[in-house]
């Protein structure tokens, strides 16, 4: 709510699908936008939702799609469905990140036959969040649900990027920004576009919302650490780089 909030008025904000005049055969999808869960909250707050998407996206009869990604995330099953239906399309699908793919967006960009990033381009993914209320057993339940989504989202990176699932979790709970070479690195992107190949009219995100837990990728040590290892003395001590890491943010 806070991230909806903070960028009603950002500027840049789209969703658009363009098709290419020269070719019918491909499309480009940006998403320069939040994910939100119904047309009333889009309607509100901005941002798209998976019921606009994929209405969208059944029109779309190009043999590639180029879709372009510069979003903070949102909601975890508006995105999810939107995964889904590009999954299910015809179509091979090219994922750009142009500037950003932050929290629900990044497994929206999994589902690219190919994922290429920009150059100064980040990639976060954490453990879900929500708001609950009620009493204790109303919030275990909760809690236990959350567990199950992010178990979810592990198997989708991990699937991805052939990384363990015991790290991709901890770089979730951890709160984890990547970079683009980083992203290429540990498989959750392709490759490293050229900065000739960025698309003007990005989205600028105030990412204020995330910055109270940022984290670096671990980087390769002789042993392997112990599983919490990486998400409590070593995320600690890189909470030096969360101004570092607003500058590189802010103009995405």
Known sequence: ??????????PGRRFEIVT????????EIFIYEAIVG???????????????FVKALKDVKASTIHLRINSPGGDVFAARAIETALREHSARVVVHIDGLAASAATFIAMAGDEIVMAEGAM??????????????DDLNKTADLLDKIDATLVNTYA???????????DWMAAETWFTAE????????????????????QAKWNLNAFLARVARPEQPKHEEPDSGDFATTDHRARQQQRIATLDRTQFV
């Open 123 to 136: 990639f976060m993914i954490h453990k879900a969040w929500t708001v609950a209320w009620g009493n204790a």
């Open 182 to 201: 980083e992203a290429v690195k540990y498989g959750f992107a392709d490759g490293v576009a050229t900065a000739e190949a960025e698309p003007a009219n």
């Open 1 to 10: 709510m806070q991230l909806l909030a903070d960028n009603r008025q950002a």
């Open 159 to 169: 699937k991805r990027t052939n990384q363990a699932e015991s790290k991709i979790a």
């Open 20 to 27: 290419n005049e020269q070719s019918a055969d491909t499309a």
């Open 38 to 52: 119904s047309d009333l909250e889009a309607e509100y707050w901005g941002g798209v939702s998976a019921q606009a």
